[in-house]
């Protein structure tokens, strides 16, 4: 690619992660590699066997559950600080045409990075590399610094029904 550009997608509403996954398809199925480091996670979820589909996709996880109804531990700050020199690294190296961060903007918000650490390795990327970033709370700093962005707005959700996550729907 000529230019690579930065893509957010934040927002309380749902699908950000799988926005992210559905470029990445789309990104595999066009011959391009794909990185994919997620914050803050460590769960297995359906989207992540793409892996196990796709030769040219690499994805890894540099978190230890959900930290939302948690207080941050000395591991997720040493987590999400290998996760940002791991993405670094891979933002430099030109192996990848597309990097997803997913729920940046959540290790971020969490104070588990700092946000110049994060703008940053924005500025220093490779030119070329399309950079995808996730998560609510996105700064209004990544939001000026970014080519596009989609916030995600819920109007509506079967979660407030008493809906659990469903199998290949919402996990």
């Given at each position: 690619m000529e230019k690579g550009y930065i893509h957010i997608y934040t927002g309380d509403g749902k699908g950000k992660t799988t926005a992210a996954f559905g470029l990445a398809v789309r990104a595999l199925c066009a011959g391009k590699s794909v990185y994919i480091g997620q914050f803050v996670k460590s769960m297995k979820y359906n989207e992540t066997r793409?892996?196990?589909?796709?030769?040219?996709?690499?994805?890894?996880?540099?978190?230890?559950g959900c930290m939302l109804t948690r207080e941050a531990t000395d591991d997720d700050v040493r987590m999400a600080h290998e996760g940002l020199t791991r993405c670094k690294e891979v933002l430099l190296s030109g192996i990848y045409d597309v990097v997803i961060l997913d729920e940046l903007t959540i290790a971020v918000f969490l104070s588990l990075l700092q946000l110049e650490e994060v703008l940053n390795l924005l500025r220093n990327k490779r030119p070329e590399t399309e950079v995808v970033i996730t998560g609510r709370y996105a700064s209004q700093e990544l939001i000026d610094m970014a080519d596009l962005v989609t916030d995600m707005r819920e109007v509506k959700h079967y979660?407030?029904?008493?809906?659990?996550s469903r199998d290949g729907i919402d996990r």
């Open positions: 793409i892996a196990e589909k796709f030769d040219k996709v690499v994805i890894e996880q540099f978190g230890d979660y407030t029904q008493g809906v659990l």
